[in-house]
């Protein structure tokens, strides 16, 4: 069984939001909503500070909360590499699944659904890459399976100090920050 993962190189990443229009572009995002997003992070202190840029979006968890919330099975675990998505027909637009994510990576559809990031699931399922990842100029962005030791994304997590966001929330995030050094 494979695990699908993003890892994303925060040494490379300059910010230039390529994968914020690629996924607009490629999902039919509403205007003023966003499936991913640039945040920039600022860590230490003076003379010793640096800065980590990084693309955010849903982190697709292993024990995703917003999953075991949902009232109707709308938010499920696909079967394929076990990517968190909403069926938007069985999505009744409670909002449950926006206030259990702990990354602030849901937003309510104007159409009445739960959105967020898939990871392109219908291009990965024809060999291809995620749209953001196929757009970066900087080839910061990885994508593959976990389970696979020989996929770039292992080679990439056993080779570099890295981390996830909100370890401390339980939920065993599946896109990875690689950091410098």
């Not at 309510?108 to 990871?119: I, V």
Request: proline share 7%; with cysteine.
């Amino acid at each position: 069984m494979s695990r699908l993962a993003m890892v994303i190189d925060t040494a490379l990443c300059v910010g230039c939001s390529d994968c914020v229009v690629a996924c607009k572009t490629e999902n039919n995002v509403p205007e003023g909503y966003c499936r991913d997003w640039i945040t920039e992070s600022v860590r230490g202190e003076f003379p010793t500070v640096g800065l980590e840029i990084r693309s955010e979006r849903c982190n697709h968890c292993t024990d995703a909360p917003c999953v075991s919330c949902c009232p109707t099975g709308a938010s499920h675990v696909h079967d394929f590499g076990g990517v968190v998505l909403v069926e938007h027909d069985k999505c009744i637009g409670c909002k449950a699944c926006i206030a259990a994510c702990p990354y602030d990576a849901r937003f309510g559809n104007p159409e009445g659904y739960a959105d967020k990031c898939t990871f392109c699931i219908h291009r990965v399922e024809k060999g291809l890459l995620p749209a953001c990842v196929s757009v970066c100029p900087t080839h910061c962005m990885h994508f593959g399976d976990l389970e696979d030791p020989e996929s770039e994304v292992s080679k990439l997590l056993h080779s570099r100090p890295n981390h996830t966001l909100l370890p401390e929330a339980g939920t065993k995030p599946n896109v990875y920050y690689l950091t410098k050094g």
